[in-house]
């Protein structure tokens, strides 16, 4: 760290004027001038030193995937930040060390930095956070104090398809989503489950049946569409979890004789490569995925070069892609 003595001779002062700023002594009779020069100076050597404290470039960066390689094929979602993260990776010249969910992040000791993607559980980030090294999480933020972070707001996407919605003129509008379960057999619920039934409440509009929670994939999207179809008074609207539910749900209505959107109008989330292909071409989130798998190299890039200790959280923007699969609703 900077001395008082190397402070003193950057501001051209004594070693005594330099205490008596730092400590801001009230009876110390020096111009605001002199006061200025002493605190540009303290801070310009911290900086200095800061930056000296480089380490070597060929860095070796630790990726965890909290997943098995099932999932992300059931889910693309992880896939598409994964293919982007590594493109980055590879394109600066650094390492790749890589371990899924599963394995122990043990492995992880050697590395210079570690990024995670996917859902940790509290063991795993304890154990993460005990090599004391640059982290970053994407998708999730455990602790801001503690790691970097590259995230989407998903309160903020859930609103703005239900807000198209309700301009398209729907009141039945039911949620296709998911649940988290970690090894130890604990269950998260989807954000977007919360926001959904929150949104509506305040507007009245929610109804119970219309929720239909399974997995992230297309075989339990097929199952809770038919359900959700085969009711009495079924929804004019569905919002679905992801793109791949999305796929579940368009067989259900195939099978059942259901117009997509003339009869029910369908949202995804995610928007993966074959949504814009499926017929009708699916309205979706677009969650930038490929810009969160790169900032999340940056991000490390920038801490282990330059040692920067404060964390940062990076909220990425989402986008309403409106195709083809929702449509405003007759009104009588």
Known sequence: MATIKDIADKANVSIATVSRVLNYDETLNVTDETRQRVFEAAEQLSYQLSSKKRRKRKFKIGLYYSYSLEEELNDTYYL??????????????????????????????????????????????????????PVVFIDSSPNEDLFDSVVIDFHKATRKVLNYLLELGHTRIAFIGGVDTDRHGNRYYDLRQEVFEQFLESKG??????????????????????????????????????????????????????????????IGFNDISAAQFMMP??????????????????????????????????????????????REIERY
């Open 80 to 133: 598409s930040i994964r293919v982007a993260l590594e493109k980055k990776l590879e394109l600066e010249g650094l390492k790749m060390y890589r371990i899924r969910g599963g394995d122990s992040p043990e492995h992880l000791r050697s590395v210079d930095g570690i990024i995670c993607l996917g859902f940790f559980i509290k063991e795993d980030i304890e154990r993460i956070a005990a090599f004391q090294k």
């Open 205 to 266: 509009l929610f109804r119970p049946n219309y929720l239909k929670i399974g997995g992230y994939n297309p075989k339990d999207g097929y199952i809770l569409s038919k359900q959700l179809l085969e009711l009495e008074e079924r929804p004019t609207a569905v919002f679905v979890a992801n793109d791949t539910i999305a796929v579940g749900l368009y067989k259900a209505c195939s099978e059942l004789g259901c117009r997509i959107p003339e009869d029910i109008s369908v």
């Open 281 to 326: 071409p699916l309205t979706t989130i677009r969650l930038n995925t490929e810009f969160m798998g790169e900032t999340a190299v940056t991000l490390m890039q920038e801490r282990l070069m330059s040692g920067r200790e404060i964390c940062l959280k990076v909220t990425i923007p989402t986008k309403l892609v409106v195709r083809e699969s929702a």
